[in-house]
């Protein structure tokens, strides 16, 4: 088969997906498939599947967003003369963040009919938007951290929110992005004295604040695929939280599994997990992180686009635990994504 990886992009997960992009490649080369890449942000320019693209790592901070806020079609068009150029069986969407995961790129494809890899449009939406999330998650008794979104006219007011966190759990609290990923923007705040510069970090990266009560406790993430939930994964940071730093620093996190959980326990947050990928509407693969401690936990978020880099992927780890390498890993994507086009084509007919 023919296959076209979109990487890149231009949201603060950018060097991230580059380096998703690079490892999903060879993977995909590996199991014999024909593999182009592009990178929308630059229109154009085509990459053969071996040449990997961004630098040789993937940095301790996440570079700035390029957002576009003119009128601009370069990249919309350029997307369209790609998919034209190579005429691809299949496209392979592994843009983290933005307009690569909120549904944007998903509904392009579906409007022009080629077929692709992971959730559609809607299911990309909401697992983007934390706050609607958390409210799916509540209505199905998945456990979430309490907690509550910022509107926009109060997104910088430090006294407004100082107010609003005191009324509902006080410090410590978690200020992250409302949309954002990787870690970018999220702050543990333990003072008033704090918002300010939290809040400002969040409005930097152009999103809203969801601010949440603390909950200590161990992380951990499920990888579902298909449905199936692989075993999950203790990420033990060994300095601080699961941060950007963190995440994509050699040596400085290691990964336990299988977890030190009751197998019940471990079953009870697998279902949890299950039920989130279901109820979001989901397709191929989707990660869903939690927080853990002896008795309880929460659900921090749906990805629908989770990182997929050799070095560094949680979806990898889960899989070769599960008993999958990643280029078996890859393949069942590509083959749920055709059976799925296949099946839309014959209820279309």
């Known amino acids: 088969m023919k296959l076209l990886v979109l990487c890149g992009g231009e949201s603060v997960e950018r060097n991230v ?10 993977w995909l080369l590996e199991a014999g498939h024909a593999v182009v890449k592009y990178d929308p942000e630059r229109p154009g320019i085509l990459y053969d599947g071996s040449e990997h693209l961004g630098g040789p790592e993937i ?11 003119g009128f601009d079609t370069s990249r919309i068009k350029g997307l369209i003369e790609a998919i034209e150029t190579v005429q691809p069986d299949l496209v392979y969407p592994i843009l983290h963040g933005g307009y690569g995961e909120d549904g944007t790129v998903q509904s392009v494809l579906e409007w022009i009919g080629i077929p692709y890899v992971g959730s559609g449009p809607l299911a990309c939406q909401i697992a983007m938007n934390k706050e609607i ?21 109060h997104a910088v007011d430090a006294v407004w929110v ?10 410590p609290a978690v200020f992250k992005p409302v949309k954002g990923g990787s870690t970018v923007g999220l702050t543990i705040i333990r003072s008033a004295e704090e918002i300010k510069a939290a809040l400002e970090l969040i409005a930097s990266i152009e999103d809203l604040p969801l601010i949440e009560r603390y909950f200590s ?70 990660r869903i992180d939690f927080l853990v401690s002896s008795s309880d936990f929460i659900c921090l978020e749906v990805n629908t686009i989770p ?9 990898p780890k889960a899989a070769k635990a599960y008993g999958k390498t990643p280029v078996k890993l890859v393949q069942k994507l590509v083959d749920g994504a055709m059976r799925r086009a296949h099946l839309s084509a014959t209820h279309q007919e």
Do not use: W
């Not at 999330?133 to 006219?153: M, Q, S």
């Open 17 to 26: 997906s580059l380096a998703s992009g690079n490892s999903v490649a060879d």
């Open 59 to 69: 940095g301790l901070t996440a570079p700035a967003e390029n957002l576009s806020h």
């Open 133 to 153: 999330t958390r409210r799916i998650l509540r209505d199905l008794k998945i456990p979430i951290a309490e907690g509550f979104p910022v509107p926009k006219e």
């Open 162 to 171: 100082a107010r609003r966190v005191s009324e509902n759990f006080g410090y």
């Open 217 to 286: 406790g161990r992380e951990m993430t499920a990888t579902v695929v298909d449905g199936k939930c692989y075993p999950l994964i203790e990420i033990r940071s060994k300095q601080g939280f699961y941060d950007y730093a963190n995440k994509y620093s050699p040596g400085r996190v290691e990964y336990v599994c299988p977890v030190e959980l009751p197998q019940a326990f471990q079953q009870e947050i697998q279902t949890a997990a299950v039920d989130a990928y279901n109820a979001l509407g989901c397709e191929g693969c989707a």
């Open 307 to 315: 990182g997929m880099t050799a070095e560094f992927g949680l979806v």
